[in-house]
Structure formats: structure tokens, C-alpha cells
């Protein structure tokens, strides 16, 4: 009798030490950490280094956002692209509304959230209503269709120059807003 007890309690006992080491190794493949960046020996251990690299984001048959890169690297468990000499078009209701190019940048695949930055020069930023934003690094979230920065900006065209600190540009609204020490000048018509 104490056989068949003991003989079902190492049976459940496995059962369950089993599913327990299942379940370690499902939450571990699965999360990993995806905004720590690649160190320079990572960026050589690469899953894939692809020259002439496009991204297109689109819902149904309508584009909204395309990512193209002269190289990027691939990290598939990071699910994550390193990206250099990117160049990033966001499109709106009217078709291209938003364009702008980076020295660097990184695309979260599953996410589709990017960061764009320059090390040296602004990012220039041309938006299709006649606007030039100047910044040095910006971040996409795809959920909210937003870009943003923390850093200083400077919007220019149709008579405006605003400077100030942080900018937060709704893509579907098509607003921009500039967050901090906000500064207009005004220059005469011609």
C-alpha cells in the first residue's frame, strides 16, 4: 500500500518539477531585454548584417511609415535592428507627411518603435506642411503614432522660428507641440 502512495507522489512530484522547468524556459526565451544597447563585440555576433536595408510598417494596403538603412545589423532574440545612414518617411492622411534622416538608429521589431540620432548635426526633420524641425535624436512609438524628444528643438518656415526643449509630434492629429523655455520670433513677410 505505502508503495502505491509512494510510487504516485513521485509520479505527481515529476509531473510537476517538469511543468516548473517548462515554464523557466518559456518566461526565459521570451524576455530579453530589448533596450539595453548592443556592445561592440554584440554588433559583430550579429544573427544578420543586411546593406540597402527597408522596414515598411503599413495597415491593409496603406503605408505608414517606412525605415531605410544603408547597413543594419539584426539581433533576432533581441528583436532589434541597428541601423546606420537611416532615412525614415512617415505618412499621413495627405500621403508623405514627415521625413527625416539619422547617422544611427535602432528599430524594435516587434514593437516597431524606433530612436534616431546624430552624433555631430541636428536631424532634420521636413514636414509636408512646409516645416523643418532641427533636433539632435527622436524616438517613434508606433501604439500612439507619437514622436518625441527630450532634447532642444528648433522649428522653422512660413515666417516662425520656435526653440525651445522637448517636442512631442502627434502623427494622426498632425500637431507638434514644444514642451519647455518655448521661444517664437517672428520673421517679416517678403
Same mark, same amino acid.
Given at each position: 500500500?505505502?508503495?502505491l502512495?509512494?510510487?504516485? &507522489?513521485?509520479l505527481a /512530484?515529476?509531473?510537476?518539477?517538469?511543468?516548473? /522547468?517548462?515554464?523557466?524556459?518559456?518566461? @526565459?526565451?521570451?524576455?530579453?531585454p &530589448?533596450?539595453?544597447?548592443?556592445? /561592440?563585440?554584440?554588433?559583430?555576433?550579429a *544573427?544578420?548584417?543586411?546593406?540597402?536595408? &527597408?522596414?515598411?510598417?503599413?495597415?491593409?494596403?496603406v503605408?505608414?511609415?517606412? +525605415?531605410?538603412?544603408?547597413?543594419a545589423?539584426?539581433? !533576432?532574440? !533581441?528583436?532589434?535592428?541597428?541601423?546606420? #545612414? +537611416? *532615412?525614415? $518617411?512617415?505618412?499621413?492622411? %495627405?500621403?508623405?507627411?514627415?521625413?527625416?534622416?539619422? !547617422?544611427?538608429? &535602432?528599430?524594435? $521589431?516587434?514593437?516597431? @518603435?524606433f530612436?534616431?540620432?546624430?552624433? +555631430?548635426d541636428?536631424?532634420?526633420?521636413?514636414?509636408?506642411?512646409?516645416?523643418?524641425?532641427?533636433? @539632435?535624436h527622436?524616438?517613434?512609438?508606433? *501604439?500612439? %503614432?507619437?514622436?518625441r524628444?527630450? *532634447?532642444?528643438v528648433?522649428?522653422?518656415?512660413?515666417?516662425l522660428?520656435v526653440?525651445?526643449?522637448?517636442? /512631442?509630434?502627434?502623427m494622426e492629429?498632425? #500637431?507638434?507641440? +514644444?514642451? #519647455?523655455?518655448?521661444?517664437?520670433h517672428?520673421?517679416?513677410?517678403?
Open positions: 500500500m505505502w508503495e502512495v509512494a510510487r504516485r &507522489t513521485l /512530484l515529476s509531473v510537476f518539477l517538469a511543468a516548473f /522547468l517548462g515554464y523557466l524556459l518559456f518566461l @526565459n526565451t521570451d524576455s530579453v &530589448t533596450s539595453q544597447p548592443a556592445s /561592440l563585440g554584440s554588433i559583430e555576433q *544573427d544578420a548584417k543586411i546593406s540597402e536595408f &527597408t522596414f515598411t510598417q503599413s495597415k491593409g494596403d503605408i505608414q511609415w517606412q +525605415v531605410q538603412a544603408k547597413q545589423r539584426l539581433f !533576432e532574440r !533581441e528583436k532589434r535592428a541597428l541601423l546606420s #545612414e +537611416v *532615412d525614415v $518617411t512617415l505618412y499621413g492622411v %495627405k500621403g508623405k507627411e514627415l521625413t527625416v534622416s539619422g !547617422e544611427e538608429g &535602432t528599430l524594435d $521589431t516587434a514593437t516597431k @518603435n530612436v534616431l540620432a546624430n552624433r +555631430v541636428p536631424l532634420v526633420v521636413e514636414t509636408g506642411s512646409g516645416y523643418t524641425i532641427y533636433t @539632435n527622436l524616438v517613434w512609438t508606433d *501604439d500612439t %503614432k507619437e514622436i524628444t527630450d *532634447d532642444p528648433r522649428i522653422v518656415g512660413h515666417g522660428e526653440t525651445g526643449r522637448g517636442l /512631442l509630434g502627434r492629429s498632425e #500637431e507638434f507641440e +514644444v514642451l #519647455e523655455d518655448v521661444h517664437v517672428l520673421s517679416p513677410a517678403s
